[in-house]
């Protein structure tokens, strides 16, 4: 996969909502569900996109939410919505995480150079930053498709 064209792939998520990330139920490829909205006076309608990062071989996940920002939030009504919206604390039951500042293509790196030649096809790594997780991911390629609303990755085949 080329590095400019992942790039413009991945160019057009940022500011959009990440809805669910996770490797998929075979555990092979990495998954990042998103949803995408325009102005609705361009009369493009809102979807989900299915992000697949192929032959995943690293995802790491970490917080982006300030320590102090998580101290606040351990109450358990914060992970609904409707609890936990008059509450003080970071509100996880929106069920959604805006991807902002985006996600960002790295240059090879000493993994991707060494995956690349332990498998014998070529490796990409990119960071995929929302307002609550950072994303680091070592891959192969990836494909994008739309999913209907209510796409469940890990229901059973």
């Known amino acids: 996969m080329d590095a400019a064209v992942l790039e413009q792939m991945l160019d057009e998520t940022f500011d959009h909502a990440v809805v669910h990330h996770g490797y998929t139920n075979y555990m092979r490829d990495y998954e990042v569900i998103v949803y995408v909205t325009a102005d609705p006076r361009t009369d493009v309608e809102p979807a989900y996109l299915r992000y697949l990062f192929r032959y995943c071989v690293e995802a790491r996940c970490e917080s982006s939410v300030p320590s102090e920002t998580w101290r606040v939030s351990l109450d358990d009504r914060l992970i609904d919505h409707e609890t936990g ?73």
């Open 85 to 157: 919206v008059d509450l003080d604390g970071y509100v996880w039951g929106v069920k959604w995480h805006s991807l902002y500042p985006g996600a960002k293509v790295f240059p090879q790196s000493e993994a991707t150079r060494r995956w690349a030649q332990a498998v014998g096809i070529d490796f990409h790594e990119v960071c995929i930053e929302t307002n609550a997780h950072r994303l680091t991911l070592l891959f192969s390629d990836l494909q994008v498709s739309e999913v209907a609303v209510g796409y469940a990755p890990f229901v059973a085949d």
